[in-house]
């Protein structure tokens, strides 16, 4: 069998093969009110659509613990019981497809309160104007010029916001989701501590390696404790900030070598595989070197730690995809926008390279 779509297993979840779906924001659920926060017709769409074509594993967009913690007002939560029964429906019919449905669980941070990106290119919502708020970080140090300088966390709210993953998760187990995703990269609140570019607390949360791990761990901690033994928890990393590998560039960041570092810990701690992305200020050169781009993360991970690892970020092709998991540089890949383009990926994939993916009854004709 093509390896690409060989089910695997972790803990006691089989995902029928190794085509994933990454996290994509939407901007698509109501801003505010008792719908605030709730998938509906669209996400069940947009969802549903690629369990028909044969994806494996589909992660939800970035799901707020708290409706603070949502990048745009629009984004979906999983901060009340009302957005559970929405869920609800979408994953009982990702299962019916036999895709495995998971959530990707998220505290934006700093980046909160923004635009969608297609008006006025994401740009912040200021406090009191529109439906914004003052977002909050590890430091009072604003994610872009024209940001809203954050709240700095006091240890008080930090506790709060590891209890928000913990309610989160088991919100999302009653909405029957099978992987939960602890959200780390990209620049949301849990990568604003791990770097330190965004923290620069002298406390018990910054200052070293391990103060800068602190929060991280303990959202692990929670998440990991209401999760159910034999369901895998992934955590999402940004491998790197890209601000030590550019010259141009003389900020300090989060580093490969701190990622695989931090991997061990999440392993230790019941993280069953890392989701290897990157995030800050990609240099042209590495956008260049496609097909490559980020898999040398996931593979140096995989490499140093034995942790599994999936690979994302522009794998298009199904040649591609194939050498990545067949080599052992990754055991699954995600993919994003190639999915938007083509819903059914995983199936015109699997024609191509030999591969089987389950199809709808209703697609079957004697």
């Not at 589909?58 to 708290?66: H, K, L, S, W």
Request: charged content about 20%.
């Amino acid at each position: 069998m093509t390896t690409l779509f060989e089910p695997y297993t972790l803990r006691s979840l089989t995902i029928p093969n190794r085509v994933w779906m990454a996290a994509m924001c939407q901007y698509s659920a109501a801003p505010d009110g008792p719908e605030a926060g709730m998938p509906n017709d669209w996400h069940f769409a947009h969802l549903s659509a690629r369990a028909a074509g044969g994806t494996g594993l589909i992660i939800t967009e970035a799901t707020a613990v708290a409706a603070e913690g949502r990048i745009s007002p629009y984004d979906l939560g999983i901060w009340n019981d009302t957005q559970v029964a929405a869920f609800r429906r979408i994953t009982d019919f990702l299962k019916s497809q036999g895709t495995v449905p998971g959530i990707q669980l998220a505290h934006a941070g700093r980046k909160a309160s923004t635009e969608r990106t297609w008006v006025d290119r994401g740009a912040p919502i200021p406090p009191g104007e529109g439906h914004g708020w003052t977002p909050v970080g590890p430091s009072p140090v604003p994610f872009a010029e024209s940001s809203t300088t954050p709240a700095e966390l006091t240890t008080d709210e930090i506790a709060e916001i590891v209890r928000q993953f913990a309610d989160g998760a088991r919100r999302a187990l009653a909405a029957g989701f099978q992987v939960a995703e602890i959200h780390g990269a990209h620049g949301y609140l849990i990568h604003q501590f791990l770097s330190p570019y965004s923290n620069r607390r002298t406390d018990a949360y910054g200052g070293s390696f391990e103060g800068r791990t602190r929060f991280a761990l303990e959202v692990v901690d929670a998440v990991r404790s209401v999760w159910p033994e034999e369901l895998p928890v992934f955590f999402r990393t940004s491998a790197t900030d890209w601000l030590a590998e550019n010259a141009d560039d003389d900020r300090e960041g989060w580093t490969g070598e701190d990622t695989v570092r931090f991997a061990k810990e999440l392993h230790a701690r019941g993280v069953d595989l890392l989701d290897v992305s990157t995030g800050g200020n990609v240099p042209d050169a590495r956008i260049e070197a496609a097909p490559d781009y980020q898999v040398p993360y996931a593979e140096q991970v995989r490499t140093a730690t034995g942790m599994p690892v999936a690979a994302v970020g522009l794998i298009t092709d199904p040649e591609q995809a194939q050498a990545i998991v067949a080599s052992g540089r990754a055991d699954a890949v995600l993919l994003g926008r190639e999915l938007l383009r083509d819903p059914y990926w995983a199936r015109h994939a699997a024609r191509k390279l030999g591969g089987e993916v389950a199809t709808p009854v209703q697609y079957h004709r004697a």
